[in-house]
């Protein structure tokens, strides 16, 4: 397992992130995800950090509160020292009723960093992100409440999740004017059959040095080929859940070279498609789930495949993006200029 720089940041993070969000579920949408109560648990955080994953993240709203539970008891019961491990969590999501219980405002930030922390059983957050841009909270605001956290110790490192480039260049501007803590990642969703940020938001990843983390590498299941052609997965996640939305026109074909460079690799073409997001510059870290460490030690496995510049060029032309305006005219202009 590589060590990798969390963007521009000191922090260093193994390739691969071990996300809990099927941590604790038991009925709605968490159960839908996931079920996975303490021994379960204690079981894939031990073998992925027997793996040489060192990053754990997890969200308050995960469960209302038990994936960090959880994923904490875990964290002490295998005895891993606090240097070993780094753990991410998020806030933003609601968590009670009533407008102050959800949100980026500085009061939702403060309160639910200390619940956080509680739950997760530690004296500081390594990584605190928003968990989704909030148009009722000014930016400046909920720059400052991560601020406060940092300079308290509570948090080491802030970051982002699920916005727009340019919500996440305004967010770097005015951290930087202000001189407030800087944002050192985005969490975002990149596949092979969701390629969508490279229009805007990787190139500003890359110009600004903001680590990217890849949330559901797989496509929800969707990129292991068990529901190409109409299957049904066997009940797995995308047929309960049906998230994240997938083209699968676009994607039928995609899973089709997905499988022969898997054969040629002797592989699975899930694993064919973390391989390939590790190969990204852009990238990280990439969060792998899992309900059974059989699956976990599968994917973890990603690591050690080698794509060679035959297999990219065949994954990105069958998954390569439409060109798009400004695309095809910023391509003119490079052309004329060369």
Known sequence: ??????????????????????????????????QLGQEDADALVKAAFDAGINL???????????????LGQSLRNLGIAR??????????????????????????????????????GVDHIDLYQIHAFDPATPIEETLEALDTLVRAGDVRYVGLSNWAAWQIMKAIGIARARQLAPIASLQAYYTL????????????????GVGLMVWSPLAGGYLTGKYSGGGTGDGGRQT????????RVRG??????????????????AQIAIAWLLRQAVVSTVIIGAKRVEQLVENVQSTEI???????????????????YPGWSLNASRDRSA
């Not at 000191?10 to 968490?30: P, Y």
């Open 193 to 208: 059959v969701g390629r969508d940020i490279e229009r805007e938001i990787v190139p500003m990843l890359l110009s600004e």
């Open 56 to 70: 754990f993240d997890t969200a308050n709203i995960y469960a209302n509160g038990r994936s960090e539970a959880i």
């Open 306 to 324: 080698a794509l060679d510049d035959d297999d990219m060029a065949e994954l990105d032309a069958v998954s390569r993006l439409p060109i798009e």
């Open 240 to 247: 309960a859940l049906d998230f994240p939305p997938i083209d």
């Open 252 to 269: 039928e074909p995609l899973i089709a070279v997905l499988r022969a460079v898997a054969e040629k690799h002797g592989s699975r073409p």
């Open 83 to 120: 240097e070993d491990f780094v753990v991410a969590t998020k806030v933003a999501s609601a968590m009670g009723p009533g407008p102050n219980r959800r949100g980026a405002s500085r009061g939702h930030i403060l309160s639910e960093a200390r619940a956080s922390l509680e739950r997760l």
């Open 1 to 34: 397992m590589r060590m990798r720089k969390l963007g521009s940041s000191g922090l260093f993070v193994s390739e691969l992130c071990f996300g809990a969000m099927t941590f604790g579920g038991t009925d709605g949408i968490w159960g839908q995800v996931g």
